[in-house]
């Protein structure tokens, strides 16, 4: 696991089951042309604080952000039929990325759950107490993203009102939006997260790209991809 400097950051979020070493393999290829745009900055790949499943070998142990049940660690979000849900393992998960120079971070970017933590604190940022945690964030990168079902936790129920009008597909006010760029990406095949979840967040998001690819759940990252990312990512923190 890596741990932040001082540097200008991007943090990178792995998804579900996933750690650190996973998601950086994953999407190395975005990671390497993103190097020669932005040498200066460092890139910040944490592991979610809650193993899932246990293994001598770093790379393969399972970890998470949040959990729905103690006894049930691995129950996938997108099996979940209730509307509402109180997702385990919040609070760790909060300290842990606040207590690591958060105010060097420039840009989140966040896969699947990793996308559902990027949205939670993207919230939290613009609507709630976290901006003094994050006052030089600038934009955030969402793939395969989610808000239902909707979380119950403390922290977001003051704006438990608006995801669910946004996942409802209804507009929601200018001033209730939230006011970070974002760049929004998922595919049309996704089984895990269908495309239906994910375009609900277009109705959340003030200033949102959409960037569709034809794949399932994974970070695309064809040329045009990654093009894609490359170029949102620099023009907010160029």
């Known amino acids: 696991m890596q741990t932040f400097n001082n540097n200008k950051s991007i943090l990178f979020l792995h998804g579900f089951t996933q750690?650190?070493?996973?998601?950086?393999?994953?999407?190395?290829?975005?990671?390497?042309?993103?190097?020669?745009?932005?040498?200066n900055y460092?890139?910040?790949?944490?592991?979610?604080p809650h193993i899932l499943e246990e293994n001598q070998i770093q790379e393969e142990i399972k970890r998470s952000w949040l959990y729905l049940s103690e006894n049930e660690k691995t129950l996938r979000v997108s099996l979940v039929k209730d509307n509402e849900v109180y997702f385990l393992g919040m609070k760790e998960t909060l300290n842990q990325?606040?207590?690591?120079?958060?105010?060097?971070?420039?840009?989140?970017?966040?896969?699947?759950?990793?996308?559902?933590?990027?949205?939670?604190?993207?919230?939290?940022?613009?609507?709630?107490?976290?901006?003094?945690?994050?006052p030089n964030l600038k934009c955030v990168v969402i793939v395969a993203g989610f808000i239902h079902p909707y979380p119950k936790n403390e922290e977001l129920s003051f704006y438990l009102d608006k995801l669910i009008q946004a996942n409802q597909g209804e507009e929601i006010d200018q001033y209730d939006k939230i006011d970070i760029p974002c760049l929004n990406v998922y595919g049309t095949s996704d089984e895990y997260i269908p495309a239906r979840k994910s375009e609900k967040l277009n109705y959340l998001f003030d200033n949102i790209q959409v960037h569709i690819h034809n794949g399932k759940h994974f970070t695309p990252t064809s040329k045009e991809d990654v093009n894609t990312f490359v170029n949102f990512i620099i023009k907010y923190l160029s």
């Open 42 to 48: 460092k890139f910040i790949f944490p592991d979610g």
């Open 97 to 134: 990325i606040i207590s690591n120079n958060s105010n060097q971070i420039e840009c989140i970017f966040g896969f699947s759950q990793g996308a559902l933590i990027t949205i939670f604190l993207s919230i939290l940022i613009s609507k709630g107490n976290f901006k003094q945690y994050f």
């Open 19 to 39: 750690n650190s070493i996973v998601f950086e393999k994953k999407i190395k290829v975005l990671t390497k042309l993103l190097k020669t745009k932005l040498p």
